[in-house]
């Protein structure tokens, strides 16, 4: 399984910026998603993930009710939607797929990263 994150880029706080992470290779293999971030100096976070179905998500509290993860199995594609942008988003986020619902994440992809300015 590989993966390919894009979209980021720079953008003034209160912006939005929608990341998308292609899957490639044994894609039927893949079950939850999730999308990783790591700012300079700090330890990488959680952000979001998704199951397979897209039916559950879970948020970490910093970005509940501003982001959104989707999921197009169809298209192979994960998203991640992200609205009202604050300086402190500032950070690669990295996708990631698990072969089960639960676990360790298998498959990692190369980053992408998100600058917010104030």
């Known amino acids: 399984v590989q993966l390919q994150a894009s979209g980021g880029g720079l953008v003034q706080a209160g912006g939005s910026l929608r990341l998308a992470c292609a899957v490639s290779?044994?894609?039927?293999?893949?079950?939850?998603m999730g999308w990783f971030r790591q700012a300079p100096g700090k330890e990488r976070e959680l952000v979001a993930t998704v199951n397979w179905s897209g039916e559950s998500t879970y948020y970490a509290d910093s970005v509940k009710g501003r982001f959104t993860i989707s999921r197009d199995n169809a298209k192979n594609t994960m998203y991640l939607q992200m609205n009202s942008l604050k300086p402190e988003d500032t950070a690669v986020y990295y996708c990631a797929a698990n072969e089960n619902e639960l676990g360790d994440y298998d498959y990692w992809g190369q980053g992408t990263l998100v600058t917010v300015s104030s």
């Open positions: 290779g044994r894609t039927f293999a893949v079950d939850r």
